[in-house]
């Protein structure tokens, strides 16, 4: 990947011809449980860096048992999106974001880095190979970046041998059921995401495993996802896998969008990022990055000062959060009046974007 995008080697699939055209209207009920026919994979080694990038047919991964990444989990992950516009265009959304976050996660977890640009390219080129897969509107092409240490041994030297792949999957709804309706969630401030300098703000799988349990817990109680508290303060941090944002009267009874400052607890997401320049790009209101607790929240909702709150990602844009379920009481967020107004403005134009239906912005990056 540091090399000439000519040098891209790639392996069709046997049965590529045989995909029918109306694959990409086939989506699956469970987000990323059916993959497209093809995978990029790049090897990297101490002594000789990056390989040759190879698009090769589908295919389980060959591991060694002793894989470091299978002991210590030496793995960082990445996530973003191709839509299949009305005309037919295939665009990803800010892409180099995303693939700029990889490598900061990289760093941390003592991976190498990518070049950014020739990635980039090879992932595009994966793509308009599995064009096909690329559902209309509002679905989408999930594409999944990994990278993984595969040095043969079990201890906690430093890798001297990775692999980056790409797979890419046709998907909905990340919610089940009804996307427009919102979700609760539960706020237990006995489980935390993650602690004051540790990884919390990197793309890693541990980040997300241990979570599983908590999410199975909020479940249980009727709740979609959770809310993660940190601290004696109970400081909101994140929404399930979603950056949070709560659209308020201040104190001061001044309007205003706040979301969680990024302080090393959350994950500086790329629809967190375009929602705040968005809207700070309309000029009508304020967008602030702050500390918000859960006594601000409650405070908001009893001197009815909340007008919404709404969570974001990748996979969902943007989710509507009706209600916390915190410390045995209901909390519920307002249903009337204003209510979703300024996050269905946020989610048209971003999806707008996402799908070419708005003029050409360079937050878009065209497959073809």
């Known amino acids: 990947m540091q090399g000439d995008g000519e040098m ?14 109306g694959v990409c209207k086939q989506i699956p009920a469970a987000f990323g449980s059916v993959r497209t026919a093809h995978m990029l994979k790049v090897r990297w080694t101490l002594d000789r860096g990056w390989e040759r990038p190879c698009i090769t047919p589908y295919s389980d991964l060959l591991l060694d048992p002793s894989a470091c990444v299978l002991h210590v989990g030496s793995q960082v992950f990445e996530g973003t999106k191709a839509y299949r516009g009305e005309d037919g265009v295939i665009r990803m959304f800010r892409p180099l974001e995303n693939l700029k ?9 003592c991976l190498p880095e990518i070049n950014i ?5 090879c992932i595009a080129e994966l793509i308009r190979i599995d064009k ?23 201890d906690l ?43 919390g703000e990197f793309k890693m799988g541990c980040n997300y495993g241990p979570t599983l349990f908590v999410s199975k817990l909020a479940k249980s109680q009727g709740c979609s996802q959770v809310l993660w508290l940190s601290g004696e303060n109970r400081k909101i941090t994140e929404a399930g896998t979603m ?58 909702v009893d001197e009815s000062r909340l007008i919404e709150v709404f969570g974001c990602g990748t996979a ?11 410390e045995g009481d209901n909390i519920q967020f307002p249903s009337g009046g204003a ?6 403005r946020i989610h048209k134009e971003l999806t707008d974007i996402q799908f070419g239906k708005s003029e050409k912005h360079d937050w878009q990056y065209i497959i073809g």
């Open 8 to 21: 891209l080697f790639v392996n069709l699939s046997k049965e590529i011809n045989k995909l029918s055209p």
């Open 101 to 109: 976050r990889l490598n900061r996660s990289a760093v941390r977890a």
């Open 117 to 121: 640009e020739e990635t980039l390219k």
């Open 157 to 199: 030297s430093l890798p001297d041998e990775a692999l980056f792949y790409v797979i890419l999957c046709p998907v909905g709804s990340f919610f089940q059921g009804n996307k427009s309706s919102a979700v609760s969630l539960l706020a237990d401030p006995r489980y935390v995401r993650c602690i004051d300098g540790g990884v």
């Open 316 to 326: 969902c844009v943007i989710c509507p959060i009706g209600a916390v379920v915190y």
């Open 339 to 344: 209510y979703k107004k300024l996050s269905n």
């Open 243 to 300: 950056n949070i944002f709560f659209h308020w009267r201040n104190a001061n009874g001044e309007e205003e969008l706040v979301t969680p400052s990024l302080d090393g607890l959350i994950l500086p997401g790329i629809t967190r990022k375009s929602v705040i320049e968005m809207v700070r790009g309309w000029n009508t209101l304020s967008v602030t990055e702050a500390t918000v607790t859960m006594n601000d929240l409650i405070a908001a």
């Open 132 to 154: 096909d897969w690329v559902p209309e509107y509002p679905n989408s092409l999930y594409v999944r970046p990994n990278l993984i240490a595969t040095s043969r041994r079990f």
